[in-house]
Antibody
Framework: QVQVLQSGAEVRKPGASVKVSCKAS????????ISWVRQAPGQGLEWMGW????????NYTEKFRGRLTMTTDTSTTTAYMELRGLTSDDTAVYYC????????????WGQGTLVTLSS | EIVLTQSPATLSLSPGERATLSCRAS??????LAWYQQKPGQAPRLLIY???NRAPGIPARFSGSGSGTDFALTISSLEPEDFAVYYC??????????FGQGTKVEIK
């Protein structure tokens, strides 16, 4: 069965970076990509970007370009999302989800990783 | 960027009633619209993709319809576990994928 398991909660100071991992299993990792979506407290869903597990290609939303990096490690079937230059607005739950890419929906989601900014 | 507008923001209904949620896109997304359910403290769950296809394991009381710019999610008879927030998402034109702001279905 398809499973997507994320790393645990993180606390960071403003200006720092955070790297969240997303371990996939139960399917051929390189046939899909991974999208990252975040949700600020009490707010809706915000798509951040996508990375192909086949070739590492990425699509980022303009808002995060320059401080966001998404990668995959096919040897461990794990995807990573690194966000730099954190501010209080980045306090959110970060989700990864399996996503084939163009014309595809997000069919299996991780449990979420809470990232909290605190000075 | 395609903007999705969901209505109503909140739907107050009783178990057993029919729920109809709307999602309107700022430009055509063809049939590439998905619906997700999110309960408090949980990740979203895919219900419907490509406007009208139920994801595996989703009960038949959930149905989706529409094409172009106007879409609907219908829950034919609400069960207690269906009270949640529902989001639509377009998956035709990226980046970015975009989500609606959500509709909360609450117990009346």
């Amino acid at each position: 069965q398809v499973q997507v398991l994320q790393s645990g909660a993180e606390v960071r100071k403003p200006g720092a970076s955070v790297k969240v991992s997303c371990k996939a299993s139960g399917y051929t990792f390189t046939n899909y990509g991974i999208s990252w979506v975040r949700q600020a407290p009490g707010q809706g869903l915000e798509w951040m970007g996508w990375v192909s597990a086949h070739n590492g290609n990425t699509n980022y939303t303009e808002k995060f370009r320059g401080r966001l990096t998404m990668t995959t490690d096919t040897s461990t079937t794990t995807a990573y999302m690194e966000l730099r230059g954190l501010t209080s607005d980045d306090t959110a739950v970060y989700y990864c989800a399996r996503d084939e890419g163009s014309y595809s929906s997000l069919d299996f989601w991780g449990q979420g990783t809470l990232v909290t900014l605190s000075s | 960027e395609i903007v999705l507008t969901q209505s109503p923001a909140t739907l107050s209904l009783s178990p057993g009633e029919r729920a109809t949620l709307s999602c309107r896109a700022s430009q055509s997304v063809s049939v590439y619209l998905a619906w997700y359910q999110q309960k408090p403290g949980q990740a979203p769950r895919l219900l419907i993709y490509d406007s009208s296809n139920r994801a595996p394991g989703i009960p038949a009381r959930f149905s989706g319809s529409g094409s172009g710019t106007d879409f609907a999610l219908t829950i034919s008879s609400l069960e207690p576990e269906d009270f949640a927030v529902y989001y639509c998402q377009q998956h035709t034109n990226w980046p970015p994928w975009t989500f609606g702001q959500g509709t909360k279905v609450e117990i009346k």
